[in-house]
């Protein structure tokens, strides 16, 4: 197959896919759940298929001319096909840990279209050249999350589900507001043709407001530990894989490889992402449930990934890429483990539970080895990142900055240490509780296994970012 | 008047004559015979609007204004399923009398295809007039009482409007010596008595406004809304209000866009208006318990965004103005006629008393769903492009502040909406949604060949894009 023909499958497949979810339905529940992991499989497959062309420097290219310049543009490069990889590879993960979680709850048929449509949207988000489909794709996944994160029907679960897609929407508002005044600044919303322009101070940090309203950093973060209601499939997805890392993707691809930013805005965003990483590692450090723990550990390990986009050198960007990469994997196995761990023990609060270590052997070993990749100890994956990171954003040279986010991994440690003890370790306090089902527990070790592995193997990944970081990124330092 | 599509006009009311003769014995005939004539006159504009013949000429050989097509393939096809609704809704109720229903829906219709086709003034009023009677019976048609109250409400309260109509057009008689919209195009154009012309104008708009129900003369219409018989509210708001005021608002914004010095601040008046609207209908919807008030609060939000986009007055604001009208028409049809589901379904449509219905009800749920995404301005559904035409425009324009505005408000109607399906389809089952049952498919027809609309219009945006250009903009804006 040609490239545009991969690309155009890796975009359709999941969003016209998931339609036809509810008729596979009609046919039978065995059907619906096979068809949508296989949606879920086949645009992994066609997007991690374009990884080696885009090493080989190809790109391809899909446009569909619209008026007023709203012109549907697919574009793959170095960037948009890394982030579908993990993004796919991650939801195609869930989606086959889901088939046990899942099976013994109501409304099983929306979960899967919207677990796909998401999917798809996120792959419509990334591989889009026009700032306008971007929006399009972005509100689409603020849709579908907003029907996870309500998966259970009481009204506080669909209240947090409001707030989550009010939140995020009126962030994407304010993008949207961004991306008209590029629009008029510029007269085109066509990212290949704005590469290396100017983008106003006013525009960015409107741009800004959604981007941080999606990756739920401060001040927006709220909606993140809320959303926690959700099954933790949908907080694996939401929180880890998919869509904070929307976010921080589009951080990455207006600011990173688009448009030149002034000093003055990336400091800014430094600030932000540091208070951020700092006051979320702090409420992880206090809360009690397991899930909202580790939501908070997301906003917090988000801010190292901003600390690594915006600090305007190459070694930071590539470890700031790298980052996305390993805390997806890494923090989706968090969530799924947290997922076996609540449905076996039928709780959620941290104090309540005790020595499970004993009954749930491999959830524990899994667990453990995802915590050490987001804390960053060698040789996981997670320590060549955050490494990367600061060494880049020492070169940057803000000692402050460079504090408060040592601050932020040394409590990072800390947390992770306290939850894993308080489950998993001391004495035993839950009642009866067993390891999870075959599925569920082979999901999440094989995270943890992909964690370690591209921690053995980091030459891959680092020269595939190192050679994004080279042709795409704009305004960067290279300072050896 | 485009004598060409008279017959849009006369063939309505010819069965609205009919029906009181031919359903005299048998009451069920009133159905038939009022869906067998909007039916064919929908599938007649189709077959007009479709045609690749007519869409490469640009419709030149069938009228010289586009926008009289548009408008009457939305009338027919809201009034075809307002009837088609109504025909199962009412069903053995005794309360609703077929013959004079079916026959005001018909006049009502023919008025509306008289006020989109005529060109001038007077005509206008006359049939504005009419419109106005048949919605006044229309709305006391349910015989309990409540419709009754709504009713008079009605009356008493655009009964102003057609005074400042009226006054105006007299007015606009002395001074320009004429009613017809091109006469005064070119008198206006010529610059001789503008402010006598303004003025005039201004009168017959502010008329207008009110029959829209634009904040601050908004206080009809939730009154109205709610006190109607349940399929005719989505009539009023899905079409009757919009041709009998907003329709009339954009035609006089085209002309007061010709006035060299923005028409004396009437334009900015009218976009402050739209403004007003869209902030007062989204913030009171948000403490509405009953959901037809609630919806018709919707509907003074999403009229301010037209009327905003009408001020502004460029011809990209009133291309958006006349899309977002279309979808507007789409989407409300599709909530009110959703309401008149639950009220059958569950017996009432008042929030508090509902909850958990999407597993009763789960067709008139997700419907619902996809309605409220598109008013809100979701992409890709038809109400995001509208919408975004509309802040385009406005910021193109210069009006910046107003285009924020607009836009931020979105989040607002989000709000209402998501609390709406919170608190009706979500949540735990009430007294009333226990012994709820999905209405039958017959009922839902209609709002889902609704809602496919609204995907369609926004997925193929470039065509309808590309309509409106070179059909409306081209011939009766520039």
């Given at each position: 197959m040609d490239l545009v023909t991969i690309l155009k499958t890796a975009v359709a497949v999941p969003v016209i896919g998931s339609l036809l979810i509810p008729v596979a339905n009609k046919i039978s529940v065995q059907v619906r759940n096979a068809y949508a992991v296989a949606l879920g499989l086949v645009t992994f497959a066609a997007a991690a298929s374009l990884l080696p062309h885009m090493m080989n420097g190809a790109t391809a290219t899909y446009a569909l001319s619209f008026p007023l310049g709203f012109d549907f543009v697919l574009n793959a490069d170095l960037l948009s096909v890394f982030m579908a990889a993990i993004s796919s590879f991650v939801s195609a993960i869930i989606l086959i840990y889901s088939l046990d979680y899942i099976s013994h709850y109501e409304n099983q048929t929306e979960y899967y279209t919207m677990v796909v449509l998401f999917l798809g949207s996120m792959m419509g988000l990334v591989f889009?050249?026009?700032?306008?489909?971007?929006?399009?794709?972005?509100?689409?996944?603020?849709?579908?999350?907003?029907?996870?994160?309500?998966?259970?029907?009481?009204?506080?679960?669909?209240?947090?589900a409001n707030k989550t897609i009010l939140v995020t929407v009126f962030g994407a508002l304010c993008m949207l507001i961004g991306i008209l005044m590029v629009y008029f600044d510029h007269g085109t919303m066509d990212l290949r043709l704005l590469r290396g322009e100017t983008i106003t101070t006013a525009a960015a940090m409107l741009i800004l407001v959604g981007i941080l309203a999606k990756s739920a950093t401060l001040p927006f973060s709220t909606w993140l530990?809320?959303?926690?209601?959700?099954?933790?499939?949908?907080?694996?997805?939401?929180?880890?894989?998919?869509?904070?890392?929307?976010?921080?993707?589009?951080?990455?691809?207006?600011?990173?490889?688009?448009?030149?930013?002034?000093?003055?805005?990336?400091?800014?965003?430094?600030?932000?992402?540091?208070?951020?990483?700092?006051?979320?590692?702090?409420?992880?450090?206090?809360?009690?449930?397991?899930?909202?723990?580790?939501?908070?550990?997301?906003?917090?390990?988000?801010?190292?990934?901003?600390?690594?986009?915006?600090?305007?050198?190459?070694?930071?960007?590539?470890?700031?890429?790298?980052?996305?990469?390993?805390h997806s994997i890494a923090k989706g196995g968090l969530f799924l483990c947290a997922g076996i761990v609540?449905?076996?023990?039928?709780?959620?609060?941290?104090?309540?539970?005790?020595?499970?270590i004993k009954t749930m052997p491999i959830t524990a070993v899994a667990f453990a080895l995802c915590?050490?990749?987001?804390?960053?100890?060698?040789?996981?994956?997670?320590?060549?990142?955050?490494?990367?990171?600061?060494?880049?954003?020492?070169?940057?040279?803000s000692i402050l900055v460079l504090i408060i986010f040592l601050a932020g991994a040394m409590m990072t440690?800390?947390?992770?240490?306290?939850?894993?003890?308080?489950?998993?370790?001391?004495?035993?306090?839950?009642?009866?509780?067993?390891?999870?089902?075959?599925?569920?527990?082979?999901?999440?070790?094989?995270?943890?296994?992909?964690?370690?592995?591209?921690?053995?193997?980091?030459?891959?990944?680092?020269?595939?970012?190192?050679?994004?970081?080279?042709?795409?990124?704009?305004?960067?330092?290279?300072?050896? | 008047m485009t004598t060409s599509l008279l017959a849009y006009l006369l063939i309505p009311l010819f069965t609205a004559i009919l029906i009181p003769f031919a359903a005299k014995t048998r009451r069920k005939l009133a159905d038939v015979l009022a869906n067998v004539t909007l039916l064919a006159g929908l599938l007649n504009i189709s077959f007009i609007l479709f045609n690749p013949a007519n869409i490469a000429l640009s419709f030149s050989n069938i009228t010289e204004d586009g926008f009289a097509l548009l408008m009457i393939f939305i009338i027919y096809l809201v009034a075809l399923c307002v009837t088609f609704f109504s025909s199962y809704f009412i069903g053995d109720d005794s309360k609703v009398n077929r013959v004079p229903y079916y026959s005001l829906i018909m006049t009502s219709v023919s008025a509306m295809c008289g006020?989109?086709?005529?060109?001038?003034?007077?005509?206008?009023?006359?049939?504005?007039?009419?419109?106005?009677?048949t919605s006044f019976a229309l709305i006391a048609s349910d015989e309990s009482g409540k419709g009754l109250e709504g009713a008079i409400k009605y009356f008493l309260l655009t009964f102003p409007a057609s005074l400042f109509i009226l006054f105006g057009i007299a007015f606009l008689m002395l001074t320009a010596g004429t009613f017809s919209f091109e006469s005064i195009k070119i008198i206006i154009a010529s610059g001789i008595p503008a402010g006598a012309v303004v003025f005039s104008l201004s009168l017959i708009l502010l008329g207008f406004l009110i029959k829209s129900g634009v904040a601050p003369f908004h206080a009809w219409t939730p009154d109205a809304y709610e006190g109607a018989y349940a399929p005719v509210s989505a009539y009023l708001a899905g079409i009757v209000t919009k041709i009998s005021g907003v329709y009339a608002v954009i035609k006089i914004s085209i002309m007061l866009r010709l006035f060299e010095i923005k028409a004396y601040h009437t334009a900015e008046i009218l976009m402050f208006l739209g403004m007003l609207s869209i902030?007062?209908?989204?913030?009171?919807?948000?403490?509405?318990?009953?959901?037809?008030?609630?919806?018709?609060?919707?509907?003074?939000?999403?009229?301010?965004?037209?009327?905003?986009?009408?001020?502004?007055?460029?011809?990209?604001?009133?291309?958006?103005?006349?899309?977002h009208l279309v979808n507007h028409a789409t989407f409300k049809t599709v909530l009110f006629l959703n309401s008149a589901s639950l009220e059958k379904g569950a017996g009432t449509s008042d929030m508090r008393k509902l909850g958990g219905m999407e597993h009763a009800m789960p067709w008139t749920s997700w419907t619902s769903i996809v309605a409220l995404l598109a008013t809100a301005g979701v992409p890709p559904l038809s109400g995001f492009w509208s919408k975004?035409?509309?802040?385009?425009?406005?910021?193109?324009?210069?009006?910046?502040?107003?285009?924020?505005?607009?836009?931020?408000?979105?989040?607002?109607?989000?709000?209402?909406?998501?609390?709406?399906?919170?608190?009706?389809?979500?949540?735990?089952?009430?007294?009333?949604?226990?012994?709820?049952?999905?209405?039958?498919?017959?009922?839902?027809?209609?709002?889902?060949?609704?809602?496919?609309?609204?995907?369609?219009?926004?997925?193929?945006?470039?065509?309808?894009?590309?309509?409106?250009?070179?059909?409306?903009?081209?011939?009766?804006?520039?």
């Open positions: 889009s050249a026009n700032l306008l489909w971007m929006y399009i794709f972005w509100e689409l996944t603020a849709f579908a999350s907003w029907r996870l994160v309500g998966f259970f029907r009481s009204d506080r679960d669909v209240a947090k530990p809320d959303a926690g209601v959700a099954p933790s499939t949908v907080t694996a997805l939401l929180h880890a894989a998919v869509l904070v890392k929307i976010g921080v993707y589009a951080y990455a691809r207006i600011f990173g490889v688009t448009f030149m930013v002034s000093p003055a805005f990336s400091h800014g965003v430094l600030i932000i992402a540091g208070l951020s990483a700092l006051v979320a590692a702090g409420a992880a450090l206090i809360d009690k449930d397991i899930k909202r723990i580790i939501a908070y550990s997301t906003v917090s390990q988000l801010g190292f990934i901003f600390l690594g986009l915006a600090s305007g050198n190459k070694t930071a960007f590539v470890g700031g890429l790298l980052y996305i990469l390993m609540e449905q076996n023990t039928h709780n959620k609060d941290i104090t309540k539970m005790g020595g499970l915590s050490l990749s987001v804390m960053g100890i060698p040789p996981f994956g997670g320590f060549f990142s955050k490494f990367l990171v600061f060494k880049g954003a020492a070169q940057h040279g440690l800390l947390y992770l240490v306290r939850l894993f003890y308080l489950v998993f370790l001391g004495e035993d306090k839950a009642s009866n509780p067993r390891e999870g089902s075959a599925t569920m527990v082979g999901s999440v070790l094989a995270l943890a296994l992909i964690g370690l592995a591209l921690g053995a193997f980091i030459y891959y990944p680092s020269l595939y970012v190192d050679m994004l970081t080279t042709q795409l990124g704009v305004g960067l330092e290279t300072i050896q | 006020i989109v086709t005529t060109g001038d003034f007077f005509t206008l009023y006359i049939f504005v007039e009419v419109l106005a009677v902030a007062i209908g989204a913030l009171a919807a948000l403490r509405q318990k009953e959901l037809k008030r609630m919806l018709a609060f919707s509907s003074i939000s999403q009229i301010g965004y037209i009327i905003l986009a009408a001020g502004m007055g460029t011809p990209l604001a009133i291309l958006g103005a006349i899309f975004l035409i509309i802040i385009i425009a406005l910021w193109d324009g210069g009006a910046k502040t107003y285009a924020v505005l607009a836009l931020l408000f979105s989040v607002v109607t989000l709000a209402y909406f998501m609390v709406m399906q919170k608190k009706i389809f979500f949540g735990n089952p009430t007294e009333a949604s226990r012994n709820a049952r999905e209405v039958r498919p017959a009922m839902l027809a209609p709002v889902v060949v609704m809602c496919l609309l609204i995907a369609a219009l926004g997925v193929f945006f470039p065509y309808i894009y590309s309509y409106l250009v070179e059909t409306i903009a081209a011939r009766i804006i520039l």
